[in-house]
């Protein structure tokens, strides 16, 4: 059974820092675009970061370069979005989520159920 297992989220201070993790299984060819997705109350789910875990390629959205990475450890099948210097804004419920073929375009074919980050002033 295909299932992606986020972990990691949680509540820090402005200026925190939190690891979320997202361990892929099931699949049988591996997929290689693994995302990081979030979605605030009320706003639309935005990309934050993916990685194509194939070749490493890595795609940021422009609020969170510079403070966020996303890395991969192919032994354990994990994804990880480490965050740094997080702002209020940066609170919603994280997702994790995969596909094959183009990293770039939509949809992500398979979801997680999300963790919750959130950041207070």
């Known amino acids: 059974q295909v299932q992606l297992v986020e972990s990691g989220g949680g509540s820090v201070q402005v200026g925190g820092s939190l690891r979320l993790s997202c361990a892929v299984f099931?699949?049988?060819?591996?997929?290689?675009?693994v995302g990081w997705f979030r979605q605030a109350p009320g706003k639309e789910r935005e990309g934050v970061a993916r990685?194509?875990?194939?070749?490493?390629?890595?795609i940021y959205a422009d609020s969170v370069k510079g403070r966020f990475t996303i890395s991969q450890d192919n032994a354990k099948n994990t994804v990880y979005l480490v965050m740094n210097n997080l702002k209020p804004e940066d609170t919603a419920m994280y997702y994790c989520?995969?596909?094959?073929?183009?990293?770039?375009?939509?949809?992500?074919?398979?979801w997680g159920q999300g963790t919750q980050v959130t950041v207070s002033s």
């Open positions: 990685i194509n875990t194939v070749d490493g390629f890595t």
């Open positions: 989520a995969a596909k094959w073929g183009d990293c770039n375009t939509l949809p992500y074919n398979y």
């Open positions: 099931g699949f049988t060819y591996s997929p290689n675009c």
